[in-house]
């Protein structure tokens, strides 16, 4: 669905406003659906036939009235004909709206999967309160564009044409003037259209604009009540609302002056046919019957092709929602070649993996920019063995959360070769690369449900003992209790019944229980008191046990016991080696102990890592 909406999409340009191409695209939405299209079309066209067959036994009504007939046989048939085509014109109109919400619910999932899968870019670039509105809001008035509209537009210019016929074999005069009229009025709505398309695009963008600053808002809303913010954020969003409005008024401006060209063209038409044609009935022209069926047939001319310069300035409407959603299904996104799939919990507890040459993760000469020109990381290379703790230390802004970026392959990098178990990132597909790790970041994500739904999130079919292993390795056996229903129990929005630190260590037990290959933390101590910050660093030793951990850390206290340490300086290793080594030979990492007031665990250790130092790792 979203490849065809694309491809649609491309179709009708952006610089292409005309009618025709709007009817087009809108038409090609409904592929898949047409046969509801045809079923609803020949439903509403029968409808409009026996509509039709009205004003012809309205006539004989009128004309045997006049003469003295028997009527109640011709009433019958009258009140047959309405009955019939009310149920079929239901009926047809049900079909309709099936199949608008059809064509909605096929362009929501393709958003949906769309937005799920964009390149980690496209979220620096577009904001997503943005972007869910067009799922929302966007997709709703397409919807009202493709079950009624089209079908407007269809029959309402077949009925019309019946209605002419019939109207030419009675009186081709008063035809002749009621055409004017409705000239008339459709000179005036051609000209409104591309105004109201232009003015709904700005209404829809103003009204995803209003979404995303106040998901903005909301986003930080602790932080807006501190700093007593409301009514500068109100103030912000009100210039969104107000903007919304503009367009909104300038949409209903255009529509008000094509609803009284529809009107005039209706009550024109009437009032020509009533005066007229009776002049011609007093003149023996015509007959009373004659007269009554014109003015049916009239209306049968009129109100379809009102519906029909409606439906025009509604399917005008509608591209300004649809280009919206176009670009948003043409934003670039990562390969789908392959389904995501669950994870495959292969490993189980305290079992390791096989001894291999391979590290699980190796960084060689690893360059990379969010923006170019401006690189972040420099020539980066370093591993980490299997059951091995490594962490990244550096100043803000050296590069260590990009690492983790390029890791979770959330980017690529602009130069170099990043490998898991040897295998370079190129040979594997980003499931694959994801499947062997778990990340803990920094800013921890807690999704409204049940403690439990969180921690299992990776591993929806894990045991009840294996989520009770993972509680207690995380040490949330105190959050457990404390919560209503225990791991039944709700978690707010964002997890705000949490603390950040209880929050951390969901995050925590969620990772663990997927047992990943490579563990990355992002400094996990940053929410944690000092008592369990101790506790964490024994935890981080239990970790090893079952797989590989790649640690952020800006405490350098929870880190001096690694296997490694990485000292990033501006996108670069500036040293590799274990706490006590690093102090005597970096004076990179002894400037970052020196802050934290950290020194050597005993003398005889800082002796020996002065006579000796750690050698970097063979890549």
């Not at 390149?119 to 972007?131: A, C, I, P, Q, V």
């Not at 014109?294 to 591209?319: E, H, K």
Request: hydrophobic residues 45%; glycine residues 8%; charged residues 20%.
């Amino acid at each position: 669905m979203t490849e065809t909406v694309v491809e649609q999409g491309q179709a009708a340009s952006e610089g292409d406003r005309s009618t025709r191409a709007a009817v087009a695209t809108m038409y090609r939405l409904t592929t898949g659906r047409r046969s509801s299209v045809a079923v609803a079309t020949l439903l509403t066209l029968v409808g409009s036939a026996l509509g039709l067959a009205q004003p012809l036994v309205a006539k004989h009504v009128v004309d045997a009235s006049g003469r003295g007939q028997v009527l109640w046989p011709l009433l019958l048939l009258l009140a047959v004909l309405f009955v019939t085509e009310a149920a079929t014109g239901a009926v047809g109109r049900f079909v309709l709206e099936r199949m608008g919400e059809g064509v909605v619910r096929g362009l929501r999932h393709g958003l949906v999967g769309r937005l799920l899968r964009l390149e980690m870019r496209e979220y620096d670039r577009h904001r997503s309160g943005d972007l869910v509105s067009r799922v929302t809001s966007d997709t709703t008035l397409l919807r009202e564009v493709v079950s009624q509209a089209l079908v407007d537009l269809v029959t309402g210019a077949l009925v019309a044409a019946g209605a002419i016929v019939l109207m030419v074999w009675i009186d081709p005069l008063l035809l002749l003037l009621v055409a004017l009229t409705v000239a008339a009025a459709a000179m005036i709505v051609a000209s409104l259209l591309k105004g109201i398309r232009v003015a709904s695009e700005r209404m829809q963008n103003s009204v995803g604009a209003i979404a995303a600053e106040l998901e903005r808002a909301l986003g930080a809303l602790p932080m807006v009540r501190v700093h007593r913010a409301e009514d500068r954020e109100a103030a912000r969003i009100g210039k969104r609302v107000e903007a919304a409005y503009d367009a909104g008024v300038r949409t209903a401006k255009l529509a008000s002056v094509m609803s009284p060209a529809v009107e005039l063209a209706v009550q024109g038409s009437f009032l020509i046919v009533l005066v007229i044609g009776g002049l011609r009935v007093n003149g023996q022209a015509n007959s009373l019957g004659d007269l009554v069926a014109f003015l049916l047939y009239a209306s049968y001319l009129v109100l379809p092709l009102s519906s029909v310069f409606r439906a025009v300035g509604l399917i005008q409407r509608g591209m300004g929602a649809y280009q919206r959603i176009e670009q948003a299904l043409s934003l670039p996104a990562e390969p789908s070649a392959e389904k995501p799939a669950v994870r495959v919990r292969t490993r189980e507890p305290g079992r390791h993996v096989a001894s291999r040459e391979e590290p699980v993760l190796a960084l060689r000469d690893l360059c990379f920019g969010y923006t170019p020109g401006l690189p972040v990381l420099r020539g980066l290379s370093f591993t980490v063995a299997h059951r091995q703790q490594v962490a990244l230390v550096g100043r803000s802004g050296a590069g260590k959360s990009t690492v983790f970026a390029l890791v979770a392959r959330f980017y690529e990098p602009d130069s170099g070769t990043l490998l898991f178990d040897g295998l370079p990132t190129s040979e594997l597909s980003r499931a694959a690369c994801r499947e062997r790790i778990a990340v803990v970041d920094q800013n921890t994500h807690v999704v409204h449900g049940t403690l439990r739904d969180n921690i299992t999130y990776a591993a929806p079919d894990a045991t009840e003992a294996e989520v009770r292993r993972v509680v207690e390795l995380a040490q949330l056996d105190g959050v457990v209790r404390r919560l209503p229903g225990g791991l039944s129990g709700m978690l707010g929005e964002r997890g705000g019944t949490l603390s950040a630190g209880e929050r951390q260590r969901v995050a925590l037990a969620r990772a663990l229980l997927a047992r990943p290959a490579l563990l990355l933390l992002d400094e996990p101590t940053s929410h944690l008191d000092t008592i369990n910050e101790t506790a964490l660093t024994t935890v981080m030793k239990d970790v090893t046990q079952e797989c590989s951990v790649l640690v952020i850390a800006h405490r350098l206290s929870t880190v001096q016991h690694a296997d490694g340490i990485v000292v990033l300086d501006n996108g670069r290793s500036a040293a590799f080696g274990q706490h006590e080594d690093l102090l005597t030979s970096s004076a990179a990492y002894r400037e970052l102990a020196a802050g934290q007031m950290l020194r050597p665990a005993n003398t005889r250790a800082s002796a020996v890592a002065s006579a000796r130092i750690h050698p970097r790792p063979q890549l």
